[in-house]
């Protein structure tokens, strides 16, 4: 036997079958409501829209800092509610080559941080107004429900699903041996 030769020689082969499960139609779909991605993007609607109010009833709505988070908040309303009706009329299930998780996930990401700059700023000017506190509690509110939803997705995409439908994955691993001669 030469130096430098092992004894035996092993192969390995994984082969990762994928298959993906969707019915395109497009239909409504009440039992999604209750889920808890649902949930947060309910919660995430709510916060917005109630922070989005508090400020408006101010004088302070006109100054650059009520401007920033009334931005914010309609941003992430609106934003969300589209993304809310894509899911209940199974538009997202329809479109699924899109990489909808990747974007709700970059989405929630930036809309966390920027609800967290708008909360802060609005908190330094509470003196002001009392509406501001409860415009403070909101703007956090969403950051926290942005937050746990970004995780959320974050999970998801590790795990290889997709935003609606089903993907199913198998994996098929060989090893061939081979004799030293």
């Known amino acids: 036997m030469q130096q430098g030769f092992p004894g035996q020689h092993t192969t390995t082969t994984m082969v990762t079958v994928g298959t993906t499960t969707v019915n395109p139609t497009i239909r409504f779909d009440r039992s999604l409501i209750l889920t808890l991605p649902s949930i947060l993007r309910i919660a995430q609607m709510l916060f917005s829209l109630l922070g989005f109010i508090c400020?408006?009833?101010?004088?302070?709505?006109?100054?650059?800092?009520?401007?920033?988070?009334?931005?914010?908040?309609?941003?992430?309303?609106w934003y969300t509610a589209i993304i809310f009706i894509f899911y209940l009329f199974h538009v997202i299930e329809k479109l699924h080559k899109i990489p909808w998780l990747k974007i709700e996930l970059v989405f929630c990401i930036i809309w966390c941080v920027c609800n967290f700059v708008a909360a802060v700023v609005i908190v330094t000017c509470v003196s002001y107004d009392g509406a501001l506190g409860f415009a403070t509690f909101f703007g956090f509110g969403a950051m926290i429900a942005f937050g746990i939803d970004a995780y959320l997705k974050y999970m998801r995409?590790?795990?290889?699903?997709?935003?609606?439908?089903?993907?199913?994955?198998?994996?098929?691993?060989?090893?061939?041996?081979?004799?030293?001669?």
């Open 157 to 181: 995409i590790k795990r290889g699903e997709i935003a609606q439908g089903e993907r199913q994955a198998s994996k098929t691993v060989s090893s061939v041996t081979s004799p030293a001669y």
């Open 55 to 77: 400020v408006t009833t101010t004088l302070f709505a006109y100054k650059s800092q009520g401007q920033w988070f009334n931005t914010v908040a309609m941003g992430g309303f």
